[in-house]
């Protein structure tokens, strides 16, 4: 019995921790765009939409920028926020340009 309930505690809490919940991970990720967004005033004059899907903001009449996560395994039971959003790549009438 002992046993058994040692095992049910041990697998509960690992089943307890989670990441950052989604409000604030949304919340970190949505200061990051619009850090990058007033940072380009031509962006910040032209915006048309956040995709917080797609993690892309249009601005201008056809420019998209894109931005990404990068991916970092965690060990089991590893609880946290995701690594932060950071800007990949915008297009603008037909040109990619590159950021970090």
């Not at 095992?7 to 990058?36: C, F, H, I, K």
């Not at 009449?61 to 990949?88: I, N, Y």
């Amino acid at each position: 019995m002992k046993k058994a309930l040692t095992v049910m505690v041990l697998t509960g809490s690992q089943l307890g921790t989670a990441a950052l919940p989604p409000r604030y991970q949304n919340e970190r990720d949505l200061d990051a765009m619009v850090s990058w967004i007033k940072s380009n005033e031509r962006v910040l004059t032209t915006l048309n939409s956040i995709d917080f899907r797609g993690w892309t903001v249009r601005y201008a009449d056809d420019c998209k920028a894109v931005f990404h996560r990068r991916q970092v395994v965690h060990p089991a039971g590893w609880a946290g926020p995701a690594e932060p959003l950071k800007f990949s790549y915008s297009t603008c009438g037909g040109k990619r340009t590159r950021g970090e």
